[in-house]
C-alpha cells in the first residue's frame, strides 16, 4: 500500500507527499470474550477512539479517460480498490495508485490536479471534516505484486447474523449498484480508524459488536464463519462490512502484518439488505 496527500502549498500549487496514517497497533492477544460480553450489553471500558467522517461515498470509473483539471471538491480520503489513477499535481509531479492505496484530497484551494484513470477502477471516498490532521507515521510504501497482478475487481461481501444466531457471508453488490461514473450518495458514519494486526493474530468466535465496513490495505484477513464455517481469505483492496452484531460471530485470522480501515456505521445508515 502506499498513502499519499495531495495539498496546497502557500503559493497556490498543488503537491504530492507522503501520508501520516494515526494507525492503532494492537500487539496483545485479542480476547474473544471482550466482544461477546460487549455483544451481552455490558459496559467493559471506553470504546476506541474515531476520527470523524463526513461520510462515505463510491463510485466505479471503466475505461481509459482523464479527469480535467480540478480541485478536491471536499477534503477526503480516497481508497483505492481496484483499477489505477495516475495522478499528476499541478507543480509537475506524479504518483500512480493502485488496490488498497489511499489518496488524500486536501488541495481545494490549491491550482488543482489531474487523474487519468487505467482499468476498472472501484474507489471509495470517506469524507474528513475541516478539522481532521493527519498524523502518525509515514507507513512505508508496501507492494504485493502478485495480489495486483491478479486483482481485477475486489472481494466485496457483507457477514451478518441469521435467525438461527450465526453468522454468514453473502455478496456486497449494493456498494457499486449506482451507473458507471456516477458518484453514490453520501452515507453517514459515526467515524472510522485505522488499526493494525500482528502476523498470526487469532480472535476467536465471536460477534463484531459494531457494524464495522473493513478495508484491507495490507497482508490477508481470514475470516470463518459460524453458520455453514465457509472461509473467506481478504487481501489488499478487499471489503467486508461486518454486521454481526449478536451470536456466535466468526472467527479471525491475520497472515502478515494486516492494516485495515475500519469504518463504522449506525444500523439505520446500512445498505438495504438484499430480498
Known sequence: MKALWIYADADGKSRIKPLPLPIHKITRPLDAEMFR???RGENIGRPPRLSPSTGLRSIRISGKQKDPWRTADSRQLVFVLSGCIELTASDGTTA????SDILFEDDLSGQGHYIHWRGDCRLLLLGVSDAWVPTGDVTPATTDASVRAAKEQPMLRRMYRASDNKAYFRAFDQLFADPVASLSTVRPVVGFQFVQLPPGAFVDWHPEVVNNFVVVMTGELELEVSGDHAVEVFGP???CLAEDRTGEGHIDRAHGEVRLACIQ????HLWATPA
Open 237 to 239: 483492496g478487499d471489503v
Open 96 to 99: 500512480l495508485l493502485g488496490p
Open 37 to 39: 460480553r460487549q455483544a
Open 265 to 268: 456505521f449506525e444500523d439505520q
